[in-house]
């Protein structure tokens, strides 16, 4: 790569067209992310089914800070920071639980309200006359900016930003999409999330989920696998529910491109604005009726009509509106990213819709997923591959127009490289805050 | 009423079934499996059922099939190179053996190793066997594999735990 001492321009690595290696490879690079974009971007955190009652908690990793989730009231929800204000222990260590009234640090017994504000401190008399409870330290937990829609909670590390309706709203309605699948409006989290840790930058996953022309290539062995194993049932055998999932990654380009896209403002998505590989699922008879009881026939047609492939509030979560799932993107090095897959239960809604997302979920995002192993294996083979002297590119002209960036949203077709083209765009905003970097070998 | 297979009779069964998973041959590896019998790896040891959760991996003999037929493919680009493991079995404890119901449950705990290339990595965990008689071999009806870190970020598992 790069000689240590050599200084770019975010602009010369994200051209309109393509991008310079150094994106996917500098450690560098990656440590400003963590900073610039992942510090000030909204960021996906949970849902609020995980914390159901006052005192409970689940703790993540944003951007490699410890946070907290609480629920600190009925209505009320904070994330704090993890770190005691005293010395610095994590309070909570735990994936998920439940601390009752009041937070207490394993390290020297400082409690805090739910609020994140000091309780106690153990022999307090020992501050007396100090700058303790005048100074950082005093104020308790430090909270992060947190919003939820609908459920879905994110947060912005940093403390001043744009606010999350104005930077996320255009893609409300994909959060929706999700949402109104249950005939009462509402889903909550289903088991323990599935977590890959996937050899790649975060940026070739993000990538890949709007890319169209990858799947009928790269996931050929398992579609074609599939449709042996099928071929071979005897006749009359209902299509089991694996096989319905399966068979479509081998979809052709021409389906593909009719799939459509949607670009938004700030890096966000839609792959299949107009249809995806979920539309031709078969329908679940009672789950169309407990539908149509909650919402009228004109509506519930409208919402089980439209199933787009998958939606992105970028950088951090894809949602899919059917199944009911999403994938939350964390970068943990410049070659390695966790994927963390929740599924959602719809309520008040027949089983086999949930079932139909644990299989999607087991069979294509799951660490033994039989589909994603060949996306994985690529994804790892880039890292290496870019390596490469000789082509420092990576190439995103597939329909490329010159000024297309200038309209904050626009529709096109699903095979369009736009969809990654945009999220570069959102890259090179969030990063040229100071428009320059120091590339380290 | 089956005639009960000896304790050893199973456990022979147990580790030749790992035997064939690690020697590649996986079309005779399936056939150990009953016609509706499950592979199934929970994300939790507390998990009593594969409905409503999610799972690592939850595939009947169809799936299986799917997985088998995909690794013999010329495009598993995942399988290139050949991914390869090898099982390390403790005797298996027969935890029931119940003529009257045709069912016997075993559990044994295990190391697992994956290589790719240069790459290798290992997970140990429990695996529970639940097998019946039919036609006087044994079958699994039920093949259950909790890892003991079931719940940590894992990277790809390639092949059978
Ligand atoms: S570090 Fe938390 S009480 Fe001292
Ligand atoms: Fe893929």
Redesign the interface.
Known sequence: MSPPDQTQSFDALVQPDRVHRDVYLSESIFAQEQERLFGKAWLYVGHLSQVPRPGDYMTLDLAGQPVILVRATDESFRVFFNRCAHKGSMIVSE?AGHTGRAFRCPYHSWTYRLDGTLLAVPAQGGYDGTQMRACETGRGLTEIASAHYRGFVFARLAASGPAFDAHCGAMFHAIDALVDRSPSGEVEV????????V?CNWKVYLENINDAMHANV?H???S???E??WSQAPAGVKK?M??EI?MPFGSDNDFLARMGGQVYANGHSIFGSNMSIHSCYSSLPDYETAMEKAYGEERTKHILSWVPQNSIVYPSVAFKSAPQTIRVIRPLAVDRT?I??W?F?PKNAP?AL??RT??Y???VF?????V???D???FETIQKGLRTSGNPWVSLHRDYVAGEGDAPSMTTSGTNEILMRNQFRAWRQYMAAENAYAVQA | MTTRPTNDAIAQFIYNEAALVDAGRYDEWLDLFADEAIYW?P??AK?SD???????????K??L???I??LK?P????N?PPARCLHVLQAPAIEEADTKLNRFITRAPFFYVESRGDAQFFLAGRVLHRLRVENGVLRIVEKRVDLINA????????LFP
């Open positions: 994936r289903a088991g323990l999330p599935l977590r890959n840790i050899p790269t050929e062995s398992a074609m696998a599939a042996r194993v089991p694996g096989i399966l966790l963390e897959v599924a239960r089983d949930l079932e644990l299989l979920n087991r069979i799951s660490p033994m997923s039989i994603a192993h060949d994985i294996h690529v | 790896l994300l939790s998990q594969y409905r409503g959760e999610q799972s690592i991996a939850c595939e009947d169809m799936l099939n799917v997985r037929k995909r493919g495009r598993a680009y995942s290139q719940d940590a970020a894992l990277p790809p598992i390639f």
